[in-house]
């Protein structure tokens, strides 16, 4: 758990980059959720905006993240654990994430084949993995390269060819 100084300094932070990207409508939740991404504090934005905050695909909502950790890091030198989210953007995704792993894991065992899923980014990837990391009757792994890497879910024991 983070100090108290450190979630009130981040919380500024997240209030401060906001108001300069001129979002003023907006509410700040902070939780503390050791989830499966080891991310603590969740600093949950609430906005009518959440579009714009979020972008395709979640990418302006981690080039936020990215903005507001690296302006941490200058201001401690603790190690702070924590993630930006946008109406719960980050944790329905990882929920649909875990459902998609928990089903394509079904599939491979049951058609006793690998699924191969989507190119994914890193993040998105590493939730498959953790998800599926305690279900023994699949082994994942990642190939290909840069933005076209993504998940193979493999049923442990005899596969058949494609």
Known sequence: MAKPENIEMLKKLVEETLGKMTFSDFSLDVRD???????????????RE??????????????????IRAIARKKTDEKLK???????????????????????????TNDKRPVVLR????????????????????QTESIGEGEERKVVIKPVGNIESE
């Open 33 to 47: 959720e050791a989830g499966s991404d080891g991310e603590n504090i969740v600093f949950n934005i609430s906005s």
């Open 50 to 67: 959440s579009d714009l905050l979020i972008g395709q695909y979640g990418v302006n909502l981690r080039a936020l993240q990215h903005i």
């Open 82 to 108: 924590f993630s930006v989210d946008v109406n719960d953007y980050n944790r329905s995704k990882i929920g649909t994430l875990e459902d998609l792993a928990k089903n394509m894991a079904r599939q491979a």
């Open 119 to 138: 190119p994914m980014t890193a993040y998105e990837r590493r939730i498959i993995h953790l998800a599926l990391a305690e279900n023994d009757q699949v």
